[in-house]
C-alpha cells in the first residue's frame, strides 16, 4: 500500500510541476503574450525563467522515479505487446 501512495505522490508532483513549467513557459513566450496583448504588463522575466527551469528539472527528476516505479508493469506491458497477447 505504501508503494501505491509514493506513486500517487510522485503523479501529483509531476502534475503541479507540469503546471507550473506550462505556464511559465507560455509566459517566457513574447509571441503568446504580443498576440494577447499583454505585452504592456511587466511580468518578473528572470523569476519567471529560473522558475520555468526549476520546474522543468524537477519534472524531469519525477518522471525518472515515476518511470522506475512503474519498471515491472511498463516491462510486463512490453512483452505482451512483442507477444502479440495485448488483451
Not at 507550473?20 to 494577447?36: A, H, I, N, P, R
Not at 524537477?58 to 515491472?72: A, D
Request: a positive charge.
Amino acid at each position: 500500500m505504501k508503494t501505491q501512495v509514493l506513486i500517487w505522490a510522485i503523479d501529483l508532483l509531476m502534475g503541479i510541476a507540469f503546471l507550473v513549467c506550462f505556464v511559465t513557459g507560455l509566459l517566457k513566450y513574447t509571441v503568446l503574450l504580443q498576440l494577447s496583448g499583454l505585452n504592456n504588463v511587466i511580468l518578473p522575466a528572470a523569476f519567471l525563467s529560473d522558475l520555468h527551469d526549476q520546474s522543468g528539472i524537477l519534472l524531469g527528476v519525477l518522471v525518472f522515479i515515476h518511470l522506475y516505479l512503474n519498471r515491472k508493469w511498463i516491462i510486463t506491458m512490453t512483452g505482451k505487446i512483442i507477444a502479440g497477447k495485448t488483451e
